[in-house]
């Protein structure tokens, strides 16, 4: 038995007539609720990780943040072992994370650069171990960085050390013997900003025109699951920048 997590799922079964299976890592979150609506509407079959229950996903993992990362990426593995059975997985997208400021002068700064690297690097790399064991050959992980993570982010400390860190895991699961599958393909995105509800809330005066839309990023996910020749080169980190709501994205 394991009191940590939940599982909840709509069918047991898979239906032979699903497109695909994508795992996404922060699915009840602004951005993976979009992408798993997105790839349910290309009938793929998803599965949910978060703190909470995507009830619109075929399957939903739910993680005890009271857990250690140890104990986490335990659990996970063995909750995704039950749940997926023999099937592998097309594509894992993590993008889980969040933001904190502070300098080192800031009292929060160590609270928060914790905060940072339980957000976005347990999740990277308990995704990473996902890929090792569920990730079909040939198939693709997408992480997530930040566009300000390529420099110095002097007023984010504790944020741009865990966006490098999993810029740096993107680039260590390209490599020969990170133990992904033969084939499998390892990307980051890094955003400049992303047009979430949140952002909105906390930034309205901003230039939205400016912010990448998450539809454009679910539907890039989407191209680079089931286009293997469209894909960027593994290890890739992509940073997308958007202008009057026209998005480039160019590798950096």
Same mark, same amino acid.
């Given at each position: 038995?394991?009191?940590?997590?939940?599982?909840?799922?709509?069918?047991r079964l898979y239906s032979t007539m699903a497109a695909g299976r994508v795992l996404v890592y922060g699915g009840k979150g602004a951005l993976g609720s979009v992408i798993v609506d997105y790839f349910k509407a290309k009938q793929f079959w998803t599965v949910s990780v978060d703190l909470r229950e995507n009830e619109k996903a075929d399957a939903s993992v739910v993680v005890d943040p009271a857990k250690t990362w140890e104990q986490q990426e335990h659990d996970i593995l063995a909750l995704l072992k039950?749940?997926?059975?023999? @099937?592998?997985?097309?594509?894992? &997208?993590? /993008?889980?994370?969040?933001?904190?400021?502070?300098?080192?002068?800031?009292?929060?700064?160590?609270? !928060?650069?914790?905060?940072?690297?339980?957000?976005?690097?347990?999740?990277?790399?308990?995704?990473?171990?996902?890929?090792?064991?569920?990730?079909? @050959?040939?198939?693709?992980?997408?992480?997530?960085?930040?566009?300000?993570?390529?420099?110095?982010?002097?007023?984010?400390?504790?944020?741009?050390?865990?966006?490098?860190?999993?810029?740096?895991?993107?680039?260590?699961?390209?490599?020969?013997?990170?133990?992904?599958?033969?084939?499998?393909?390892?990307?980051?995105?890094?955003?400049?900003?992303?047009?979430?509800?949140? !952002?909105?809330?906390?930034?309205?005066?901003?230039? &939205?025109?400016?912010?990448?839309?998450?539809?454009? /990023?679910?539907?890039?996910?989407?191209?680079?699951?089931?286009?293997?020749?469209?894909?960027?080169?593994?290890?890739?980190?992509?940073?997308?920048?958007?202008? @009057?709501? !026209?998005?480039? /994205?160019?590798?950096?």
């Amino acid at each position: 038995m394991v009191s940590a997590l939940a599982v909840t799922q709509s069918y047991r079964l898979y239906s032979t007539m699903a497109a695909g299976r994508v795992l996404v890592y922060g699915g009840k979150g602004a951005l993976g609720s979009v992408i798993v609506d997105y790839f349910k509407a290309k009938q793929f079959w998803t599965v949910s990780v978060d703190l909470r229950e995507n009830e619109k996903a075929d399957a939903s993992v739910v993680v005890d943040p009271a857990k250690t990362w140890e104990q986490q990426e335990h659990d996970i593995l063995a909750l995704l072992k039950t749940t997926l059975e023999a @099937e592998k997985l097309d594509a894992i &997208f993590c /993008v889980a994370g969040g933001w904190a400021g502070g300098s080192a002068a800031s009292v929060d700064m160590i609270k !928060n650069a914790d905060l940072m690297w339980k957000q976005s690097v347990w999740s990277s790399a308990i995704s990473a171990r996902i890929a090792a064991e569920h990730l079909k @050959e040939g198939g693709i992980i997408q992480l997530t960085g930040a566009a300000p993570a390529v420099a110095g982010t002097p007023g984010m400390i504790g944020y741009g050390m865990a966006k490098a860190a999993v810029q740096q895991l993107t680039k260590s699961l390209a490599a020969k013997g990170s133990g992904l599958p033969e084939g499998a393909c390892s990307l980051a995105i890094l955003p400049v900003t992303l047009d979430t509800p949140m !952002n909105r809330k906390w930034m309205p005066k901003a230039d &939205f025109g400016t912010w990448t839309t998450l539809e454009y /990023v679910a539907e890039s996910l989407h191209k680079w699951t089931t286009d293997v020749n469209g894909r960027p080169e593994s290890g890739s980190l992509l940073k997308l920048e958007t202008t @009057e709501g !026209n998005t480039i /994205v160019t590798k950096v």
